[in-house]
T-cell receptor
Framework: LAKTTQPISMDSYEGQEVNITCSHNNIATNDYITWYQQFPSQGPRFIIQGYKTKVTNEVASLFIPADRKSSTLSLPRVSLSDTAVYYCLVGGYNFNKFYFGSGTKLNVKP | DVKVTQSSRYLVKRTGEKVFLECVQDMDHENMFWYRQDPGLGLRLIYFSYDVKMKEKGDIPEGYSVSREKKERFSLILESASTNQTSMYLC????????????FGPGTRLTVT
């Protein structure tokens, strides 16, 4: 089971870049890395997904080193509205292995 | 936009009652999921379905069953509710071509007394 390890919490200030690193030492060859965001009283929301190197969309960037044993979610210039819990998941098509874990609680301060 | 709706936002049931949680998605997604979320434990997969009438157990299926008679609807059933099933229940769906991009409903906070 490709479980992940993330920091429990992080603090940042508005306008800063935030990097959240996730460790997944047991990642399998066909596993993708996926990140979700969850606000209080809402279901998680898909942010970004990648397999290797770098992926960027309008919300975030995802950096994956060659060995794929870790990944970093980068949020550029965060605002107060980015305060949320961020989950890193690894998994392929077998959803039994799609493990959410406890996530990283990001607190953005003014 | 994908919309996943759940039948209730809040639900209070008594121990031993049979409880039905309904989930409907409007994007013709093949995959549907039921999770429960508890403080400190994150989200845990109860059951998922990749097609009508098909179901697979997740990490914590004990005490739950599911039904998927139509593609858009996935029901979670608590046969005999117990207090340890008090939790937030989240339904999600995803397409067969983007299985890991799950769309979640707003959740149902179930309290069993």
């Amino acid at each position: 089971l490709a479980k992940t390890t993330q920091p429990i919490s992080m603090d940042s200030y508005e306008g800063q870049e935030v990097n959240i690193t996730c460790s997944h030492n047991n990642i399998a060859t066909n596993d993708y890395i996926t990140w979700y965001q969850q606000f209080p009283s809402q279901g998680p929301r898909f942010i970004i997904q990648g397999y290797k190197t770098k992926v960027t969309n309008e919300v975030a960037s995802l950096f994956i080193p060659a060995d794929r044993k870790s990944s970093t979610l980068s949020l550029p210039r965060v605002s107060l509205s980015d305060t949320a819990v961020y989950y890193c998941l690894v998994g392929g098509y077998n959803f039994n292995k799609f493990y959410f874990g406890s996530g990283t609680k990001l607190n953005v301060k003014p | 936009d994908v919309k996943v709706t759940q039948s209730s936002r809040y639900l209070v049931k008594r121990t031993g009652e049979k409880v039905f949680l309904e989930c409907v998605q409007d994007m013709d997604h093949e995959n549907m999921f039921w999770y429960r979320q508890d403080p400190g434990l994150g989200l845990r997969l109860i059951y998922f379905s990749y097609d009508v009438k098909m179901k697979e157990k997740g990490d914590i299926p004990e005490g739950y069953s599911v039904s998927r008679e139509k593609k858009e609807r996935f029901s979670l059933i608590l046969e005999s509710a117990s207090t340890n099933q008090t939790s937030m229940y989240l339904c999600a769906s995803s397409s067969g071509t983007a299985p890991r991009e799950q769309y979640f409903g707003p959740g149902t906070r179930l309290t069993v007394t």
